[in-house]
Antibody
């Protein structure tokens, strides 16, 4: 079965960077986009961008352009999302999600809580 | 940037029909999906491509998308349907979520 398993919670100081991983299993990693979604405490879902693991191509939401990088290691079927220049309002749960039939996010990771605090 | 508007909250009695709307300019020209998120859990898709249900989603969940408004309808709402619901639309390279609607079943 398809599984996306994310790395554990992180605590970072303002100005630092965080890199969250998402290990995929149960399907052909190269065949589907991986998306990243942010959810601040008590707030809604916010799409950050997507990665094509086959080509390495990315599309980022304008809000995160210049601060986010999405990459993958195809040898371990793992996707990564790095967010730089962290601020306190970046405190959130970050989810990875996989396309289903190119039309919706059919599979989600369990989420990774990133806390930004001095 | 493209925006999707949802009501912050909807209340329904058990067994009744709940309708949650999602509005956006020419939304009917796009594919819309809906996610259910229960407290402390990852989202789950309940509707995709406006009207389709993923495997395992009960038939009481249905969707429509006409003009500027997409609607998620839950027939015979159960207490277990209490959750936050988000609509989502996308063009070729950009995805956007609505702000979410809290469905209360009481």
């Amino acid at each position: 079965q398809v599984q996306l398993v994310q790395s554990g919670a992180e605590v970072k100081k303002p100005g630092a960077s965080v890199k969250v991983s998402c290990k995929a299993s149960g399907y052909t990693f190269l065949g589907y986009y991986i998306h990243w979604v942010r959810q601040a405490p008590g707030h809604g879902l916010e799409w950050m961008g997507r990665l094509n693991p086959n080509s390495g191509d990315t599309n980022y939401a304008q809000k995160f352009q210049g601060r986010v990088a999405m990459t993958s290691d195809t040898s371990t079927s793992t996707a990564y999302m790095e967010l730089t220049r962290l601020r306190s309002d970046d405190t959130a749960i970050f989810y990875c999600a996989r396309d289903f039939a190119g039309s919706f996010f059919g599979y989600w990771g369990q989420g990774t809580l990133v806390t930004v605090s001095s | 940037s493209y925006e999707l508007t949802q009501p912050p909250s909807v209340s329904v009695s058990p067994g009744q029909t709940a309708s949650i709307t999602c509005s956006g300019e020419k939304l009917g020209d796009q594919n819309v999906c809906w996610y259910q998120q229960k407290t402390g859990q990852s989202p789950v898709a309940v509707i995709y491509q406006d009207t389709k249900r993923p495997s395992g989603i009960p038939e009481r969940f249905s969707g429509s998308n006409v003009g500027n408004t997409a609607t998620l309808t839950i027939s015979g709402t159960q207490v277990t349907d209490e959750a936050d619901y988000y609509c989502q639309a996308w063009d070729s390279t950009t995805y956007v979520f609505g702000a979410g609607t809290k469905l209360t079943v009481l």
